[in-house]
């Protein structure tokens, strides 16, 4: 009966009921949206690190600061060191790989360049990858300024076979080649020779990383922290370890895009208690009249709290499919220049929206169910209307 009122009372003034619910779905919709970006970012990463096949990465320090994309910091004459302490845990090959990123105004002229040596197969890094058109890199290009672009970095820079990329004033790279690794990393990228890169970017005895390969991927763990002994000046990641990195750096930005948030959802609060306040002011006659019928003050309470839940629901409701909308609308826009959907509305993001938008209903409901309850008979029955 409680929700039968309440569901009454809000269709009895549909005008400020839909602008009420607008204004809680804007709030709730901008959160999802916030929020899916952490979402689509953690599919992004976990799929980008299932793809590549080698069990430990290795960086000179941290992950966290070892400079992704930055200048190269790892001294090359590790490697051999490396792969004779990791011999014992069946490692089966230590490939060095640079990751340089040339940085532009947009995303058509910003590039991502990975050397690898030139008689490494790719594909054994990064299952998937395949070049699908022109050469690939092989052992006679090293030393050659030679690139093989993913096929979606070439769509999006309108590049072809035979283009010439600039990384710097003094380096040029010939385009021999497209390649895809099914819509990853390297299909977003540019794969180069690795002592090519060394010499564009004057960089000829470090690389970014080293990237292990294991015979039994259940032994990277043993390995990592064997590794770690030996070379207490390194980083040793395994493929989880990576990915706990990347999980922490998410959950700070999703504080951070909770907080802006939070300004919209106050205001949708706000809008509800005024909403609500302002019809148990117009119904104080009416609550009159349910008091001297024989109503108890908590059954006006839960009438006015439940048309404040209503309210909230019905907006969040809306707002989570404005959010799926607004999150399509940005995969769109980052599909077409990175390659990536960046944006997700999983089950547990509307579940939460929905629990943010039934807490705003009770919250922002507690003030006017309890003024509805405080109505007194004779007051309520004195007025006039």
């Known amino acids: 009966m409680i929700w039968n009122l309440a569901l009454h009372s809000l269709r009895h003034r549909p005008l400020r009921t839909f602008l009420t619910a607008t204004g809680i779905a804007i709030a709730v919709g901008s959160m999802v949206v916030f929020l899916s970006l952490g979402e689509g970012l953690r599919r992004a990463f976990a799929s980008e690190l299932s793809n590549i096949g080698a069990e430990l990465q290795i960086s000179y320090g941290s992950f966290e600061t070892s400079g992704f994309g930055g200048v190269p910091e790892l001294p090359l004459d590790l490697l051999d060191d490396v ?15 640079i990751l340089y990123v040339r940085g532009g105004f947009t995303a058509s002229s910003s590039f991502a360049f990975q050397g690898l040596p030139a008689d490494v197969d790719v594909a054994s890094i990064y299952p998937g990858y395949q070049v699908v058109e022109g050469d690939g890199i092989g052992p006679d290009d090293a030393g050659r300024n030679v690139a093989v672009v993913g096929v979606q970095a070439a769509e999006r820079s309108n590049l072809a076979i035979g283009d010439v990329l600039r990384l710097s004033s003094d380096a ?56 770690e002994e030996r070379f207490p000046e390194l980083g040793v990641q395994t493929a989880g370890d990576v990915l706990s990195v990347i999980e922490r750096g998410i959950r700070i930005t999703d504080v951070v895009r909770l907080g802006i948030s939070a300004i919209a959802l106050i205001v949708g609060a706000i809008a509800v208690a005024n909403t609500v306040l302002m019809s148990v002011f117009e119904r104080t006659r009416e609550f009159g009249v349910v008091r001297a019928v024989g109503a108890r003050p908590r059954f006006l309470f839960g009438v006015v709290l439940a048309e404040s839940v209503l309210l909230s629901l019905v907006g969040g409701a809306a707002g989570v499919a404005l959010g799926r909308g607004g999150a399509w609308a940005v995969n769109l826009v980052s599909a077409d220049l990175i390659g990536l959907d960046v944006a997700a509305v999983t089950l547990r993001l509307v579940a939460f929206a929905l629990l943010v938008a039934l807490a705003m209903g009770l919250l922002s409901g507690l003030a006017p169910s309890a003024r509805a309850a405080r109505i007194q008979i004779a007051d309520a029955v004195s007025q006039g209307g």
């Open 172 to 227: 040029t790279f010939e385009i021999v080649g497209l390649a895809e690794d099914g819509g990853g990393f390297l299909s977003n990228g540019i794969v180069v020779p690795l002592s090519s890169l060394q010499t564009a970017i004057q960089s000829p005895d470090r690389v970014s990383f080293l990237v292990v390969d294991l015979e039994d991927p259940s032994r990277a763990d043993e390995a990592a922290a064997a590794l």
């Open 83 to 97: 792969e004779a302490a990791a011999e014992p845990f069946g490692v089966t090959k230590v490939v060095p790989l």
